[in-house]
C-alpha cells in the first residue's frame, strides 16, 4: 500500500476486461474494449487536489483504455447531444480530416488532452484498445500517440478486489475500506465482463455500504449492483440472497435504446452483420431487482443519489461533470453534519 498521509483518500474500481463478447455474429471472438477515461477523469479532476487515490480492478490487472471513448464528441459533458450531430456533420458530411476536426473543436480537444495528461499522472501505464471498423477516424489517428504517452510513465499498481477485502479484514493491517471518502467506478463496455455477477465485487459493494461510504457508477458500471446478491466470508463461502440491502435502490445507467443504436451504427457494430450483445445493463438490473429509471433520449444528462443505498448513478459521459458535482455536494453533506455532531458532542 501507498504510505500513509494526513489526506483523505478515494477507491477508483476499474474493469480490467479487454475483450466483450457478443452472441452475434455467431462464433465472433468479441470486440476489443476498456474503460471510458472521460467518466473517470473528471472526478479525479475533482478531488485531485484533496485526495490520495487507491486503485484496483477486479483481478488486480491492468486496465485497458478504450480508444473508442476518445472521440472528441464524448469530451462534450452535458452537450454531448449537439456534440455528437456537429461531430457527425463534419466528419461524414463535410469529410473533414483529423487536423481540421480538432482545429474546429478546441475546447474538446483541451479537455481530451487534460485528461489523458490526468490519466498519466495516475493511472500509469496503461494498454489502449484495438480499433474497430466503425472506430472515430479522428480517435484512431492519435491512437498510436496515445500508446506512446503512456509507455514512458512508470507502471502503477493495482489491487484486486479479494486483496482489498483481506486487507480490510487483517486487524494487524492499517487498511481499512471505511476510511475512503468515497468509490467510483467508470464505464465503457468493459464491466459488463467483470463487474457482472461477481461475488467478489457483492463482497466489495456491502462492506463499503456497511462503512457508509458513498459508491459512485457510471454508464455500464452500474452493472456491478448485480453482484449485490453475493456475500464472501473470510474462508470463500460464498452466500446468495435475492433479499439485500441493495435491492430497489433507485439507480439510472445506459438504456438499451441506445446501446441498440451503438450496435446498429456506432463503433460496436460488425460491419454487414447483426451485431448483438450478451445482455443488455438495464435489463439486467432490472432484473435483479433494482429500480431503473431511463431517458428517452440517451444523450441527456440523468443523475440519481439514492441516499437509503449510499448509491449515486449516472446514466453516461454526458453526465460525468454533474455526477462529479454532486459526489462534491455529497461529502460536503456529510462533512457538515460531522462537524455539527462533534460541536454538540
Keep these: ?86 461531430h457527425t456533420i463534419q466528419t461524414d458530411a463535410e469529410k473533414l480530416s483529423p487536423e481540421r476536426l480538432r482545429e474546429k473543436n478546441p475546447e474538446l480537444l483541451k479537455r481530451r488532452e487534460a485528461e489523458l495528461a490526468l490519466a498519466r499522472r495516475h493511472l500509469g501505464r496503461l494498454p489502449v484498445s484495438e480499433p474497430l471498423p466503425k472506430t472515430d477516424r479522428e480517435a484512431v489517428s492519435i491512437r498510436a500517440g496515445v500508446l506512446a504517452s503512456f509507455k514512458e510513465v512508470p507502471e502503477e499498481r493495482y489491487h484486486s478486489i479479494e486483496q482489498l477485502l483481506a486487507m480490510d479484514r487483517d486487524p494487524s493491517d492499517e487498511f481499512a475500506l471505511a476510511d475512503f471518502d468515497f468509490v467510483h467506478m467508470p464505464g465503457g463496455h468493459a464491466p459488463m465482463v467483470d463487474f457482472h455477477d461477481n461475488p467478489l465485487m457483492g463482497e466489495l459493494l456491502h462492506t463499503l455500504r456497511e462503512a457508509d461510504v458513498p459508491i459512485s457508477l457510471i454508464c455500464h458500471a452500474p452493472i456491478a449492483l448485480t453482484s449485490g446478491r453475493y456475500r464472501v466470508g473470510a474462508d470463500g463461502t460464498v452466500q446468495v440472497s435475492e433479499d439485500h440491502e441493495f435491492k ?64 449515486l448513478t449516472g446514466n453516461g459521459p454526458q453526465a460525468v461533470d454533474a455526477q462529479a458535482a454532486r459526489l462534491v455536494e455529497i461529502l460536503g453533506d456529510r462533512a457538515t453534519v460531522s462537524r455539527s455532531r462533534t460541536e454538540r458532542a
Aim: no cysteine; aromatic share 8%; hydrophobic share 45%.
Design 248 to 311: 430497489g435502490a433507485s439507480i439510472t445507467t445506459v438504456p438499451r435504446w441506445g446501446e441498440r443504436f451503438m450496435l446498429a451504427s456506432q463503433y460496436p457494430k460488425v460491419p454487414g452483420q447483426k451485431t448483438r450483445l450478451t445482455y443488455y445493463v438495464d435489463v439486467a438490473l432490472k432484473e435483479a431487482g433494482y429500480d431503473v429509471n431511463l431517458n428517452l433520449n440517451p444523450t441527456a444528462v440523468k443523475v440519481i443519489w439514492d441516499a437509503e443505498h449510499d448509491v
Design 1 to 86: 500500500m501507498a504510505p500513509r498521509t494526513e489526506r483523505p483518500k478515494a477507491l477508483i474500481v476499474l474493469s480490467s476486461a479487454k475483450r466483450l463478447p457478443l452472441t452475434e455474429p455467431a462464433d465472433h471472438p468479441g470486440i476489443s474494449t476498456g474503460f471510458f477515461l472521460v467518466e473517470l477523469a473528471a472526478v479525479m479532476a475533482q478531488f485531485e487536489e484533496t485526495h490520495d487515490f487507491i486503485l484496483a480492478t477486479p483481478d488486480g490487472e491492468v486496465p485497458q483504455l478504450d480508444i473508442n471513448g476518445l472521440a472528441l464528441n464524448f469530451h462534450a459533458a452535458g452537450d454531448l447531444g449537439p456534440a455528437t450531430a456537429r
